[in-house]
Structures are given as C-alpha cells and as structure tokens.
T-cell receptor, first 111, second 111 residues
Framework: GENVEQHPSTLSVQEGDSAVIKCTYS??????FPWYKQELGKRPQLIID?????GEKKDQRIAVTLNKTAKHFSLHITETQPEDSAVYFC??????????FGSGTRLQVQP | AAGVIQSPRHLIKEKRETATLKCYPI?????VYWYQQGPGQDPQFLIS???????DKGSIPDRFSAQQFSDYHSELNMSSLELGDSALYFC??????????FGPGTRLTVL
C-alpha cells in the first residue's frame, strides 16, 4: 500500500518568515495530494491540493509543488502569521477513495 | 455552506460495550469515509462508501462495521470496545475524485 513520509515533525519560525514542509510517497499510482491543517481537537481542514498533472499550485500565501519523478511534494507558506500555528498533514490518494496521511508537522509561528 | 455533520460529538463507553457513530455528508456528496485519529497521530483510514456500496477498506477492526443508507448518511458500529479504541473518529465526504471534507469528529472515550 501507499506510504507517506513527512518532515519535519516540528517546525518553529518567526512571524513573517517562510515555512516549508516536505512529503514523499511510495506508490507511483498516487495522483492526488491534499494538505490539511488541524488545530488541537478540531477537524482537519483542506487548505490546498494538487493533482499529478500539475507541478505547482498557489493560493495567496500557500503554495504546493509536486515532483512526480522523485515522488515528493512540498507545502510552502510565506509571510507566516501566528494563526498559521497548527499541525499540517500531507496526504496521498491513488484514486482508491482513501487518503494515506503523513505523520504531521507541528508548526509554531512565534510572534 | 452545509458541512458534514457527525453525532454524537462526545461519547463515553465502558469496555466491552457497543457504540454507534453517525455521519451526515454534505448534500450531493456521493462518497463517505471514516477515519480514526489517536492522540498525536495522523488520521487512519477505516472504510469508505460510494453510492451506498462499500468502496474501500483500510485498517478497520473486525469488531467494527459500517454502512451507508439510502439517504447517504453513514453509521459506524463498534462492538466489544477496548481501551485502545479511544480516539477521535472523523467522517469525511466528497463530491467526486478525492476532495474530502471532514466533519467535526466524535470523541470516543472507552473507560
């Protein structure tokens, strides 16, 4: 089955800096890669996603890049704000209607 | 906009008891997913349904079963509860091809 690895497990940045979270996947059949933000005790919220026919996607301060050859994808957050502090999960889906999640990155933005 | 509804939000059970979790997907979403998230863990896929038929199965214990009804709501039935079943249980729904939106979750505590 699919295996998704996520790094780093924790990330602390100063407000206004950029944050980058990286994930690798194992199944070359994976074709959909969403990113979720989860605050403590709350639901995972979809913040951005990318499909395998696209190399990069941007939405305001958030961007995601995908390298199919290397089987890795990354989340980039620019101009970080304290409210960006949360746990971020990457995920991959082969189209089997099931997401495999990475282990999560706890992002702390220091004011 | 309508969101995924889950009930109950909190549930406390004793070991060996049974529990039923309910999920009401976003209207016109044809696929429902169940995930289990332990403390500090990533969500683990349990099972999914597409158009009321089981679509995929993940790490769902044999003690658990689920179904999707004619009105598209889904129920997760859990029997012979164990301490290790204590977790957040999320339901998610999607309209097509992967974009999953999560409900608020049910926090199950097994004493």
């Amino acid at each position: 089955g699919e295996n998704v690895e996520q790094h780093p497990s924790t990330l602390s940045v100063q407000e206004g800096d950029s944050a980058v979270i990286k994930c690798t996947y194992s199944d070359s059949a994976s074709n959909y890669f969403p990113w979720y933000k989860q605050e403590l005790g709350k639901r995972p919220q979809l913040i951005i996603d990318i499909r395998s026919n696209v190399g990069e996607k941007k939405d305001q301060r958030i961007a995601v890049t995908l390298n199919k050859t290397a089987k890795h994808f990354s989340l980039h957050i620019t101009e970080t704000q304290p409210e960006d502090s949360a746990v971020y999960f990457c995920a991959a889906d082969t189209g089997r209607r099931a997401l495999t999640f990475g282990s999560g990155t706890r992002l702390q933005v220091q004011p | 906009a309508a969101g995924v509804i889950q009930s109950p939000r909190h549930l406390i059970k004793e070991k060996r008891e049974t529990a039923t979790l309910k999920c009401y997907p976003i209207p016109r979403h044809d696929t429902v997913y169940w995930y289990q998230q332990g403390p500090g863990q990533d969500p683990q896929f349990l099972i999914s349904f597409y158009e009321k038929m089981q679509s995929d199965k993940g790490s769902i214990p044999d003690r658990f079963s689920a179904q999707q009804f004619s009105d598209y709501h889904s129920e997760l039935n859990m029997s012979s509860l164990e301490l290790g079943d204590s977790a957040l249980y999320f339901c998610a729904s999607s309209p097509f091809l992967n974009e999953q939106f999560f409900g608020p979750g049910t926090r199950l505590t097994v004493l």
